[in-house]
């Protein structure tokens, strides 16, 4: 499949998504829209694939959305480009393999916000976060309000969204936002070390956590609780438990099946 704004690749069992617009610090628009939902879909579409890494090209994971298609919008048409932005990036917190973010540079506006739409994000100590939206007179539209809180708490959310102001990587990583902060130099081979890491798991198992910890988390802890029994219960039906359970007792490393 052609992309005019990313890049998509596959190497074994990972896939990476690279957005390609860097002379706008690839700035969200509608084809980027566009073309992210089409290469999700070929993701999703992949039985292969086990983990995928989103990121930008070039000095900016994503600098936000495009202010100028932005700026020419009405209150229905803004209402639509939000409610395409955040179907995509549910697309991305739905996908049922891990995606991890790559942030490589500024993630501000909607580029903050599809980071926070993946699993686990790694940053470069180059990377700076934020939701910047107030100070052009909007609010976050690609789910920007409803995730933050879920990942740092309300407060650090309202403060963050209320004054517009945008945090280094090492705050980010203290308030939780992201779980590493590496050099720059350092970022590509960290991401893709965890990457292999998660693919050499049993596929099966990763994916059901992944639907465990997403859906238990949006009810209370007795469903939450019923949830896991349920999705524990199911991994025994695999054939990847006989394999990973024989190989312990046998202490061998072992080669899951993906069944």
């Known amino acids: 499949m052609e992309f005019s704004t990313i890049k998509y690749e596959v190497n074994e069992h990972i896939a990476k998504i690279i957005i390609n617009r860097p002379d706008s610090l690839n700035a969200l628009n509608s ?32 600098a936000g959305a495009d202010i100028k298609e932005m700026s020419e919008l009405d209150g229905l048409a803004a209402k639509d480009f939000a409610k395409r932005g955040m179907g995509v990036f549910r ?67 309202k403060y963050l969204i209320y004054s517009a102001e945008n945090i280094k990587a090492d705050k980010a990583y203290e308030i939780g936002l992201v779980q ?8 590509d081979g960290v991401v893709n070390d965890l990457a292999n890491s998660i693919a050499s798991q049993a ?38 438990k006989e394999i990973g359970t024989k190989a312990f007792v046998n202490k061998e490393d072992p080669k899951f099946t993906n069944k």
Do not use: Y
């Open 203 to 240: 596929p099966i198992a990763v994916r059901l956590s992944k639907e465990a910890i997403n859906t238990g988390g949006q009810v209370d802890i007795d469903q939450a609780m019923k949830i896991e029994e349920n999705l524990f219960g199911l991994t025994f039906t695999t054939e990847d």
């Open 91 to 157: 697309k991305i917190e739905t996908l049922p393999i891990p995606v991890i973010a790559e942030v490589n540079g500024f993630a501000l506006g909607g580029g903050c916000e599809l980071a926070m739409s993946c699993d686990i994000r790694i940053a470069s100590t180059k990377a700076l976060f934020g939701q910047p939206e107030v100070h052009l007179g909007l609010i976050p539209g690609f789910g920007g309000t409803q995730r933050l809180q879920r990942l740092v708490g309300q407060g650090w959310a």
């Open 180 to 187: 590493k902060v590496v050099e720059p130099d350092e970022l």
């Open 31 to 62: 084809e980027v829209l566009a073309d992210l939902d089409k290469a999700l879909d070929e993701v999703a579409a992949n039985n292969d694939l086990r983990v995928l890494i989103i990121t930008g090209e070039g000095r900016s994971f994503i």
